[in-house]
């Protein structure tokens, strides 16, 4: 297990280098993007004008302030609290976003699945968790909200953040197959056949 720093964006051998247990720290650009976002990207069509190849996306849907002082805060928002959303609801949109966007990186909680998994191995791409409730934590490690598109949908819009030391998380899935999600799953079906064994129940 190691842990790395990246500056934003990434190369695919960069990405390929990771393994599950790693731990990944970003600086530079991080995208913010939730359901409504890519249901109006994937489903309905909708075009962005950001860029987001070789870049990492973070499943949420911010709390922000409208403000005036763009010199500040240059998109017009100021953070008031930035947390990351479970990420299973949005399994479909993994090999999308790679495959026509470019993404490397998903950021969320609890996971992502088989197509997803098979996507990382095949596009070259990594699942990094967030543990759950450290939303106050990860506002601080957003330095601004830079640029916003499809506002039409706030707080699900699609937003670009400036990020520094934003991490360290932890690689969950990995472009080589590897699960810790699975993994867990696997360890817990164990113990409970053990478990059950010794009190004579059949499973």
Same mark, same amino acid.
């Given at each position: 297990?190691?842990?790395?720093?990246?500056?934003?964006?990434?190369?695919?051998?960069?990405?390929?280098?990771?393994?599950?247990?790693?731990?990944?720290?970003?600086?530079?650009?991080?995208?913010?993007?939730?359901?409504?976002?890519?249901?109006?990207?994937?489903?309905?069509?909708?075009?962005?004008?950001?860029?987001?190849?070789?870049?990492?996306?973070?499943?949420?849907?911010?709390?922000?302030?409208?403000?005036?002082?763009?010199?500040?805060?240059?998109?017009?928002?100021?953070?008031?609290?930035?947390?990351?959303?479970?990420?299973?609801?949005?399994?479909?949109?993994?090999?999308?976003?790679?495959?026509?966007?470019?993404?490397? &990186? #998903?950021? +969320?909680?609890?996971? $992502?699945?088989?197509?997803?998994?098979? !996507?990382?191995?095949?596009?070259?791409?990594?699942? *990094?968790? &967030? #543990?759950? +409730?450290?939303?106050? $934590?990860?506002?601080?490690?957003?330095? !601004?909200?830079?640029?916003?598109?499809?506002?039409? *949908?706030?707080?699900?819009?699609?937003?670009?953040?400036?990020?520094?030391?934003?991490?360290?998380?932890?690689?969950?899935?990995?472009?080589?197959?590897?699960?810790?999600?699975?993994?867990?799953?696997?360890?817990?079906?164990?113990?409970?056949?053990?478990?059950?064994?010794?009190?004579?129940?059949?499973?």
């Amino acid at each position: 297990m190691a842990h790395y720093d990246f500056d934003m964006p990434i190369s695919e051998d960069q990405v390929r280098s990771l393994r599950i247990g790693d731990t990944v720290s970003l600086n530079g650009t991080l995208f913010g993007i939730r359901d409504a976002t890519q249901i109006e990207m994937f489903d309905r069509g909708r075009k962005t004008r950001f860029n987001l190849n070789d870049h990492a996306v973070i499943h949420t849907a911010p709390n922000v302030r409208k403000v005036e002082d763009k010199t500040k805060f240059p998109a017009g928002y100021a953070p008031i609290c930035i947390g990351t959303t479970t990420s299973a609801r949005m399994e479909r949109f993994t090999r999308p976003l790679m495959e026509q966007h470019g993404v490397r &990186i #998903i950021i +969320g909680k609890g996971g $992502l699945m088989a197509q997803s998994k098979a !996507a990382f191995v095949e596009l070259g791409g990594v699942y *990094l968790a &967030i #543990i759950g +409730g450290t939303a106050a $934590l990860e506002t601080t490690w957003i330095e !601004a909200i830079e640029d916003v598109d499809l506002d039409d *949908l706030n707080p699900e819009s699609l937003w670009k953040f400036r990020v520094r030391d934003f991490g360290p998380l932890l690689v969950g899935m990995d472009s080589h197959g590897g699960s810790l999600y699975e993994t867990v799953q696997a360890t817990v079906a164990e113990r409970r056949a053990q478990a059950l064994s010794v009190l004579g129940v059949k499973s």
